[in-house]
């Protein structure tokens, strides 16, 4: 059984960072899966921020590049979201999602998913 479980959101003034963590467990990171973050703001679709690859190839919304940074440690297992220069559209609950299939295909990923951690810019 995979279980995602999100950790280090918070409330953060604009302009500062904070650095999200989803521990996983029945599921390897170093799998040909992929692995990724995305979030939900109220009154909004979720939408994606960043995924890589089981090679560590990184990809982010048009909204995050330059400010994000996502990146993994197969040896734990635990993927992470660094976020700098925060801003308050920022602010929404953020979501770890995992799956079996390479990124983009069918959707991944997405087969798994975190409960979710808040992250409030104000």
């Known amino acids: 059984q995979v279980q995602l479980v999100e950790s280090g959101g918070g409330s953060v003034q604009p302009g500062g960072s904070l650095r999200l963590s989803c521990a996983a467990s029945?599921?390897?990171?170093?799998?040909?899966?992929?692995m990724g973050w995305f979030r939900q703001a109220p009154g909004k679709e979720r939408e994606g921020v960043a995924s890589?690859?089981?090679?560590?190839?990184?990809r982010y919304a048009d909204s995050v590049k330059g400010r994000f940074t996502i990146s993994k440690d197969n040896a734990k297992n635990t993927l992470f979201l660094q976020m700098n220069s925060l801003k308050p559209e920022d602010t929404a609950m953020y979501y770890c999602a995992a799956d079996d299939l390479p990124c983009g295909l069918a959707g991944s990923p997405g087969n798994y998913w975190g409960q979710g951690t808040q992250v409030t810019v104000s």
């Open positions: 029945g599921y390897t990171s170093s799998s040909r899966g992929c």
């Open positions: 890589i690859s089981s090679g560590g190839s990184a």
